[in-house]
Structures are given as C-alpha cells and as structure tokens.
C-alpha cells in the first residue's frame, strides 16, 4: 500500500490537496458538550488510564499546575475546551485568561493559551512564543504556535523573531521552512538559508507567498552565484514576473529597464519585427527569451512560427544575433507551453521535439517532469531516460521515475538495459503501491492479500491498548473525537501523535491506537496511521470494507466490479460518510448535488439531498454513476475513473486521437496532477481490494488498454 509522509499534514492539513491556508480554525461550528473525557475514555472501554504518568521531553517528567498524574475519568476539560473554543471564536481575551487557569493541568490545558496567543500573533514576543513551546513540549498546539508565529513574523519582515524560535519547528510544512530561511537569509546565517534554496530558487509553479519572497531575497545572498542568478532569471523571463527579472538582470551586471519589458508585454510582435536590427547585446537575448514567453502565453503555436522564422534569418547571418542557449531555452518555453494544453488542444509529439531542442544540463523539475511526460505518451524512450537524467539524483530514485526508467530499459536492443530493467522492477515489486504493483507484473508476481493479514484484524496487547491512553497525543484526539468539537481538532491530534509514535518507531502503539480506531469506526484515522509508518502492515486496518454488503450488492446491480468501487470509496472520503468537499460533493462517493440530481433522475426517484447523501443511497448513486460513467467511456475502468474526478468529457480528451495506448502511458500524461494521482490510487486500491474479496486481479490487467477517442 502507499507509504505517503506525514510531513505536511499534521497540523492543519489532511492532504496535499489542502494547499497552504490560514492556520487558523475556525471555531463558529462548535457547540458546548456534556461529553466529557471520562465519557470518551469508558467509551473505548479503557479504565487502566487513571494515575497514568506522561513523560515530556529528554525523560524529564514535566509536572504542570494540576497535575496530569489525576484520574483522566475525574477530567471534565473537553467542556472547558468547547467553551474556551467559542470564547476564541469571538476574540474574548478575558474569558481566554480565566480558562487558562481552570484548564491547568488538564489535558487540554495549552488550547485557551494557544487561542489567546494567537488572536494577535504580531504582537507576541519570541520569548513567550518559546515558554509556550517549554511549557508544552512535544505537542502539536506547540508546534503549531511556533510555527503560526514564525510565518507571521517573516510576512512582516521582523527576521530577528524568525531566528529566535527557528530550531523550535521541528515539522516545518513548505510556507513554515520559507520563513525560516527568510529569517536566516537576512541574519548572516547564509549557509542555513541555502537549504531551502532547491525548494524555490528555481520553481515556477504556485508556491505559498513566503517562498516566492524567499526565492525573491536570495538574490542577494552570498553563496547564490551568477550562474544561479541566470539559471534563474530564464524561468522568471518564461513566467513574465517583472520583479524578479529587473532585480536578477540588475545583479548579472545586465539591468533590464521596466519599460522595455512592458513595451514587449503589450506588443511582443513589435519587438521581434526590429530584433534583427538590434545589436547582439545579452540585454537583447533575455528580451528575446521574455518577448517568446509573452506570445507563447497567448499562442504557442504562433510563438513556434516565430522562433523557427527568426532561427532560420539568424542562419543566414555572419554574425548571430540568437546565441545557443536563447535558442534552446526559447524551445524549452514552446514545450512547457504546450503541456499546459493537452486537455484543450489535444496531446502532440511536437512537444517532445521541442524539449529534445532544449537540451543543455540546466532543466528545473517541472520542466523534466513535463519533457518525461510528454516522451511518455508518445513512447519515445530515449527521450524519457533523456528526461529523467535532467532531474536531480534524488528525485530520480522515487518510484515513480524508477519505473519509467525501468519501461524505457525494457524497450531497448541492449540486453544489458533490459538486464537493469529487470532489476528494477525486482526492486520496485517490494512495494505494493501503483508502481510497486505495476511492477510485480512485469516480474510474473501476485499480489497477495494473505500476506498481509488479509482481513484478520492484527491483534493488540492489554499493555498496548494501555498505553494509547496513557500517551496524551492519543487521549486528546480520542476524546475530541467523541465530543462535539470540529473533526479537524481531533485529526490534528491523531495525525501529530502517528508522528510521535513513528518518530520513537514505536510500531506496536501505531497498532494498537488504529486498532481502537477502527474498532470505533473512526476508519479514516485508521487508515491513516497505517499508511503514514514505514515499517507497518495491515490491510484490515488500512484497507477496511465497511458497508460490504451494500457496496457488493449494489456494485453488481450496476455492472460494476465492488473492488472498484472501494477503490473509488477510499479515495474519495476514507469512508467518513458525513465527508463533504470545497465544492458540495458529499458522502462516502462524493457525489456531486447536480449529479445525484441526475442519477435520481435516471432511477426515476425525486431528488432528496438528505438522502443522496446518506450511506447506503450514497453507496447505491455512487455505484450506478461509475457504471454509467464505464458504459459511455469504452468499458475502460482507467477512463472511468478518470472520468469520475474529472468528468467524462476531459478523460475522453485525453484518450489518443490514433491507435490504443498503453494504459500506464495514458495514466501518467493525465494533464491535471490531482486527477492523474486519483487514478493511481484507486487502480492501487481496487487491486488491493480485488485480493481481499477473493476476486484478485493484477493491475496490470485490470487497467488494461486505452482505445482511440471517437
């Protein structure tokens, strides 16, 4: 199964679909609670917590005010956490101060504190900020403060704080790390600041605002050099981001005026009509580079025209006006361009031509990725190891890239390329995420589901389910999860303490809390603790089959295959049936409302929202939309689900216009990055699915081959 990191997401974050946002919760939904601690610790059915001794820090007890050491069954604080949460909610500073002192020694304790801090994080001094992080070790509110902190302090440019409190984020999320390194790019510590600069320096897709204020101040430290200043200056001559392109051409010793860069922005045609009347300045190669950039934005194809008019003139020259490297990164432009088009104007070689154009030893990762993409869906194999030997050395180890290297070997005449081929595949096969599965078939291994505990759910100790309770991680997240408090406290904690727990590789505690978890029905929290260790295996917990007998009846009734749709299901809500996403879909299938309006419609029943979303009728549209969905798209289980998260109508745009395609090869030219990640973990987890009902298929046959559009 995917091991996926916890890395960004135990703070605010589920997923890397939840970009960067305010740290802040809102806390309008919560409601005051009779549930009390005692209530959800007898709810588990655990009673060996009284007196439980919780160790902070290097095994230095921290006792606070109160005492953790009281009998938790005696703890009424989730109340006070409910009451000081709405005080929050409305900024009642007083009310925060006086649940701090009721709230002392509690479990909960550092919320009202965390609340208070936080309602002006500008005005706080790094001093309190770091009491708050002693007072509260090794707890996510704390991580979280520092954090919230640190990110405010960079926005304001108060860099001094940053530093104060930097070696207190120990699980810094993208935004988190560029404000540390804003804090130590400004504070003479250049060397530390340099470890972000892969991160941003040369990105060129959306980032949090700190990292683009980040990529934009390291201009001026010392150990950026003037390669890396032109190496930079290319991208942001492609992107039009005027800023970065006066303050990098200025430090090259080349300062490109705001005036000639807004005449080309308004009439990039002008610019090449006199261009080869201008003097062969490096003033005028950047302006070629931004003036090919501005019309490819607007038309590639007529960007194309140009560069190839203008190469052929500069041809017939004594003396070029368009040295290598502008010719090379103009080509690099057209192909980057043309991969953003894919869904509209349809998938074409020519992009590969024009990145192979562009070949030097200066790519980014995403213009890698989208050359190895475009190589990859035309099956040009030279062009995929060309593209893959373009990306750093660690990204070239990820699986992903493993077995596009491994395809690319096994296509070629040398044996000893198809020798490594095999290899790698053996390698990757020790996995059973997408590539790992994949992978297994071309090395003639199954899946098997057995090995893995099957359906047996892994047995837990008395000492370990013990000790879930007697980690204060867990107790919070278990006791916020039986109040009525925002889910998003409750994951928060959960997710922090699998990092705690996997951080001492305490692999048995994992167990042992997703095991209650799901006992409780709390099956995504499950799911998650599993998926987020490296060492841990457990289908029962990682891939549990709740609803089995509507989910199987309902999926033949609709010609479906029921791994399928728990394939479907785990992606789309991990089985959360009050799930709702950012744009109305709702329930265990995130069934859109103007869809379920249309099932309903084809079923001949009146539409009911309560009701469309609600388990089982969830469960009964969800199946009958996907064999809907399979029936208008070929019967091609890839394209079907391509089509349930992006709509019908752009999966059959991505199908090839000629000829069939190798299902792998359609999957990973997907032209929208979520969409293409949602396809692999649902053929993941419908083969993962197919093995537990005893109905085991290989991926490879399952996804089987894409036709021709029509």
């Known amino acids: 199964m995917t091991k996926l990191r916890v890395a960004h997401s135990i703070k605010d974050k589920e997923s890397i679909s ?10 309008g939904t919560l409601r005051l609670s009779a549930l009390s601690v005692a209530t959800a610790v007898s709810a588990l059915g655990v009673s060996q917590v009284a007196c439980a001794e919780l160790t902070w820090g290097d095994e230095e007890s921290y006792q606070q005010e109160g005492n953790y050491q009281q009998d938790y069954q005696q703890d009424s604080s989730i109340d006070s956490f409910m009451a000081a949460a709405i005080a929050a909610d409305r900024g009642d500073v007083s009310a925060l101060y006086n649940y701090e002192q009721v709230m002392s020694g509690g479990l909960f304790a550092m919320y009202p504190t965390y609340w208070r801090m936080n309602l002006d994080l500008n005005s706080q001094s790094s001093a309190a900020v770091s009491q708050f992080v002693r007072q509260y070790p090794d707890t996510v509110m704390a991580e979280k403060l520092v954090a919230d902190f640190a990110e405010t302090k960079a926005g304001s440019n108060d860099y001094a704080s940053v530093r104060q409190v930097a070696n207190l984020i120990t699980n810094a999320d993208a935004s988190e790390r560029c404000a540390v390194a804003l804090g130590f790019n400004n504070g003479g510590d250049t060397m530390r600041a340099m470890a972000a600069k892969s991160d941003v320096w040369l990105t060129t897709k959306k980032q949090p605002a700190l990292c683009d204020q980040l990529a934009m101040e390291m201009n001026n430290n010392a150990l950026i050099s003037n390669q890396d200043r032109a190496a930079r200056l290319k991208r942001m001559l492609r992107k039009g981001k005027t800023g970065d392109i006066m303050a990098l051409s200025s430090r090259l010793g080349t300062p490109i005026a705001y005036s000639a860069l807004s005449e080309i922005q308004l009439n990039p045609s002008s610019f090449f009509s006199r261009f080869g009347r201008e003097p062969a300045s490096q003033t005028n190669q950047y302006l070629y580079m931004y003036a090919i950039g501005r019309m490819a934005d607007k038309s590639y194809r007529e960007a194309a025209l140009q560069l190839d008019f203008d190469i052929k003139q500069d041809n017939q020259r004594a003396a070029k006006l368009l040295n290598d490297e502008t010719r090379r990164y103009a080509y690099r432009t057209l192909g980057v361009q043309r991969m953003n088009h894919n869904t509209d104007d349809g998938f074409n070689a020519e992009a590969v031509d024009w990145f192979r154009n562009s070949l030097d030893n200066d790519f980014n990762f995403e213009e890698a990725e989208d050359y190895a993409m475009a190589a990859i869906r035309f099956g040009r194999w030279d062009d995929v190891v060309e593209a893959i030997s373009k990306m750093d050395g660690e990204t070239q180890k990820e699986a992903q890239w493993q077995y596009w290297l491994a395809r690319a070997y096994e296509q070629s005449s040398d044996s000893s390329k198809r020798n490594t081929s095999k290899k790698m595949y053996q390698n990757l096969a020790k996995s059973n995420d997408y590539y790992g599965l994949m992978a297994k078939d071309k090395i003639g291994q199954r899946f098997d589901a057995s090995r893995l505990g099957g359906s047996n759910l892994p047995n837990v100790s008395a000492a370990d389910r013990a000790r879930v309770m007697q980690d204060a991680n867990f107790a919070r997240a278990f006791a916020l999860y039986n109040s009525e408090a925002s889910r998003a406290y409750a994951n928060r904690e959960w997710n922090w303490a699998v990092k705690q727990a996997r951080d001492n590789r305490d692999d048995n505690l994992i167990i042992a809390a997703a095991r209650q978890a799901y006992d409780m029905g709390w099956l995504d929290r499950a799911i998650y603790a599993v998926d987020n260790t490296d060492r841990v295996d457990s289908l029962a917990l990682s891939h549990p089959m709740p609803h089995q007998s509507a989910v199987v009846r309902y999926s033949e009734s609709a010609g479906i295959d029921p791994a399928w749709a728990y394939g479907i299901m785990r992606q789309e809500s991990r089985f959360v049936s009050s799930a709702r996403s950012n744009v109305g879909a709702s329930g265990l299938m995130q069934v859109m409302p103007d869809t379920a309006k249309y099932i309903a419609r084809n079923l001949g029943e009146t539409y009911s929202a309560s009701r469309a979303n609600s388990g089982d009728t969830n469960i009964r549209y969800g199946t009958w939309y996907m064999g809907d969905i399979l029936g ?60 537990l009902l005893g109905r085991g298929q290989p991926i490879t046959q399952r996804m089987g081959t894409v036709p021709a559009g029509f």
């Open 18 to 27: 939840q970009k960067h946002a305010s740290k802040r919760i809102t806390v």
């Open 632 to 691: 208008k798209l070929n019967y091609q289980p890839v394209l079907a689900t391509a089509g349930y998260n992006a709509g019908p109508n752009n999966a059959k745009r991505w199908q090839p216009v000629y000829g069939s395609l190798a299902a792998d090869q359609y999957v990973e030219s997907i032209a929208f990055p979520e969409t293409r990640n949602y396809v692999k973990h649902v053929m993941e987890n419908a083969t993962i699915y197919s093995s």
